[in-house]
């Protein structure tokens, strides 16, 4: 069964992510646990007993508090509480918490709220950018400002540098929700176009699933984030997919580009990033 795991800090900006990730486990029938990462710093005149005391401490205070928090997120939703796990774990670095707890759980997905209105390029530097980078688990991040909507459109910006491979991830992604799937390339003038229709037949065949084919021509003046901003308006997905860190250099000059803080996208769809370093998909 597949497991999504929602972090939160606790705060209102959370919440948005636990909507997200609630409704997304109710649709695709997977298994949610919530998960908030804390530290207790250490008095040098402690024990080891008595620090493990203190961070237990902590902890037990804690899982309360989280347990009344995911509480009334659900209350928000008008939703009864499904069945979820409530975990708090211990770590310095809040990003190698959440890590190190998604990889001993085997999480399908880490779902996590991003703050503020501002574009994309903001989240690097912030937790979630760390996440999109390290982790070898598919991140879903969602803008504290989304507003829940049915998911029913998957948006797939694709380099074409891998994408048959790809395109098993998003279908098992988009599959369970019975979302379509657009794959979209914002293509150069120089670059050797195939045949829409062939290729949306060979996709289909290859994946089990219907795969509509979006080309764009690249606006050489307008960065490259402009034009994927253009491409959203055009087909309004609910969610839009891209994979990094394998074919780096399309990544960052993606969300690099001088014009990138001025893109929106970040205050609009949630994100589904997938590491293209992790060759195996990750299963719960």
């Given at each position: 069964?597949e497991?999504?795991?929602a972090?939160?800090?606790?705060?209102?900006?959370?919440?948005?992510g636990?909507?997200?990730?609630?409704?997304?486990?109710?649709?695709?029938?997977?298994?949610?646990?919530?998960?908030?990462i804390?530290h207790?710093?250490r008095?040098?005149?402690?024990s080891d007993?008595e620090?493990?005391?203190?961070v237990?401490?902590?902890?037990?205070?804690?899982?309360?508090?989280?347990?009344s928090?995911?509480?009334?997120?659900?209350?928000?939703?008008?939703?009864?509480?499904?069945?979820?796990e409530?975990?708090?774990h211990h770590?310095?670095?809040?990003?190698?918490?959440?890590?190190?707890?998604?990889?001993?759980e085997k999480a399908?997905?880490?779902?996590?709220?991003?703050?503020g209105?501002?574009?994309l390029?903001?989240?690097f530097?912030t937790?979630?950018?760390?996440?999109?980078i390290?982790?070898?688990?598919?991140?879903?991040?969602?803008?504290?400002a989304?507003?829940m909507?049915?998911?029913r459109h998957?948006?797939?910006?694709?380099?074409?540098t891998?994408?048959?491979?790809?395109?098993?991830k998003?279908v098992?992604?988009?599959k369970?929700?019975k979302?379509?799937?657009?794959?979209?390339h914002l293509?150069?003038?120089?670059?050797?176009?195939?045949?829409?229709?062939?290729m949306?037949?060979?996709?289909?065949?290859?994946?089990?699933?219907?795969i509509?084919?979006?080309?764009?021509?690249r606006?050489?003046?307008a960065?490259?984030?402009?034009?994927?901003?253009?491409?959203?308006?055009?087909t309004r997905?609910?969610?839009?997919v891209?994979?990094?860190?394998q074919?780096?250099?399309?990544?960052?000059?993606l969300?690099?580009?001088?014009?990138?803080?001025?893109?929106a996208?970040?205050a609009?769809?949630?994100?589904?990033?997938?590491?293209?370093?992790q060759r195996?998909?990750?299963?719960g």
């Amino acid at each position: 069964m597949e497991k999504i795991i929602a972090t939160t800090d606790l705060s209102q900006n959370s919440r948005a992510g636990m909507r997200f990730a609630i409704k997304l486990a109710q649709s695709g029938n997977a298994a949610i646990l919530f998960l908030h990462i804390h530290h207790v710093l250490r008095a040098s005149m402690w024990s080891d007993q008595e620090y493990a005391r203190y961070v237990q401490a902590n902890k037990d205070s804690l899982m309360e508090e989280l347990s009344s928090f995911v509480k009334g997120v659900y209350r928000s939703m008008k939703m009864a509480p499904l069945n979820y796990e409530l975990a708090v774990h211990h770590n310095f670095d809040t990003v190698d918490g959440i890590l190190e707890y998604a990889e001993k759980e085997k999480a399908t997905y880490l779902c996590i709220s991003t703050r503020g209105a501002g574009g994309l390029r903001k989240i690097f530097g912030t937790h979630t950018g760390k996440l999109i980078i390290k982790s070898k688990i598919p991140v879903l991040s969602v803008p504290s400002a989304y507003r829940m909507s049915p998911i029913r459109h998957v948006l797939y910006a694709s380099d074409m540098t891998d994408y048959e491979a790809e395109l098993t991830k998003v279908v098992a992604f988009a599959k369970p929700l019975k979302a379509t799937v657009d794959m979209l390339h914002l293509s150069y003038p120089y670059e050797f176009i195939v045949d829409k229709e062939l290729m949306e037949q060979t996709l289909a065949q290859k994946t089990g699933y219907k795969i509509s084919l979006r080309y764009q021509s690249r606006d050489t003046i307008a960065s490259l984030l402009q034009d994927l901003e253009k491409a959203i308006n055009k087909t309004r997905p609910s969610v839009l997919v891209m994979f990094t860190n394998q074919q780096r250099d399309f990544f960052e000059r993606l969300f690099m580009s001088s014009k990138a803080q001025e893109y929106a996208l970040g205050a609009k769809i949630p994100l589904l990033s997938f590491n293209k370093m992790q060759r195996k998909s990750v299963k719960g």
